[in-house]
């Protein structure tokens, strides 16, 4: 059965190859006609573009109004979601103000009495002392105060796609890397950011925990897929079959969605997930290599070759007749093709099993000779 079935895609990918072949002979015959057409096409295209560049022009004016207000109401509904203001501005304001000011009085009224004999030596060192301390509590309050401004400075640089790059947001709010960085650490730590998380070695600001699990689980799934790929590179014979699989799954995707009949797309995109299916088996069960070489070496070059020849058909610009029964028989190796993908994926994974199901033959055998398998409720189990 398998032999026939080779028999049958082979005489049809034969086929397909030579119609295709045919068409293009009689495309070039008639390549003057179709040019003329084509050029026409282009040229009057293009007038009507000229006429219609005022409302583009419009519509893209008022589509980026629409997302520039859009992206208000978002950054509005960040704050409120998952930012806590610092408070205390006003009372930093005014506390810096009157600090410095106090101060300066004090520091001035005792330099004045000073000179003119009134204050002491002593008293005048209380008073500078006093005024130093309060120009320190002015400086702190000033600090705090800065603080706050440039934490709603971030947090109007922030978006709603749950992350930021350090650099990037470095770069809108125009503050000094290390200054930036300590006030983010604190923000965090402070709950200020409720959810906020630094990763990537502090590269990247997380706004919320639900892109922070997905980072996590991205993070899990790359380490198990650098785990993955090390152990493929390590089999030369299944690196070699997996990167010519995914060198073709490639070349198919880019053919997906591109063709004009909607059952043509659907076969390319049974192709690009049989592919899929076979080469992911592949990884799992090593083993499995010896029964795929001709799917690896002839059934995916010669898919890619067909989607090519069928996406030249399809561009022409004129379809002649040969054209259509070209692309009606490419169609029919492309059914072809995806049924002997999926008998191929039904072969190697039921030899997989038949393995499983010799295994329990065997140990039900030995379990029935030792005398252990007894018990009708083990049976079961065991069955």
Known sequence: MQKDLNETIQKTIDFAFKEA?????????????????????????????????WKMSYKDFTTKAMFKNQRLKNNQSLLEKY??????FVKFLVGTIASFSLGALIMLVSLVFGLVGISSGINLIISITIASILFLVGI???????????????????NMSGFTEIKELRRKSNIDMKVMMKDLKKMINDGNLIEGHLVEDDTI????????EQYLHAQTLKYKNMEEE??????????????????????????????????????????????IKIKEYLKLKPESLKYVDRFVNYYLPTTTKLLASYDELDNNGVETQADKESKENIHSAFIALNLAYKNLFEQITSINNMDINADISVLNTMLTQDGLKTNKEFEKVIK
């Open 230 to 275: 090390e152990k493929i590179k390590s089999n030369r014979d299944l690196y070699d079959v997996i990167s010519t699989c995914e060198k073709q799954i490639n070349d198919i995707n880019k053919y997906k969605g591109k063709f004009d009949r909607v059952e043509v797309n659907n076969e390319v995109d049974m192709l690009s997930e049989n592919t």
């Open 83 to 88: 930012v806590i203001r610092p408070s205390g």
């Open 21 to 53: 072949e045919r068409s293009k002979i009689l495309n070039m015959l008639n390549a003057s006609d179709f040019v003329k057409t084509r050029n026409d096409i282009v040229r009057n295209g293009y007038e009507k573009a000229k006429n219609t560049d």
């Open 205 to 212: 600001l997380i706004t919320d925990n639900n892109t922070y």
């Open 140 to 158: 702190y309050f000033s600090k705090k105060m800065a603080y706050i401004s440039r934490f709603d400075k971030y947090i109007s640089k922030l």
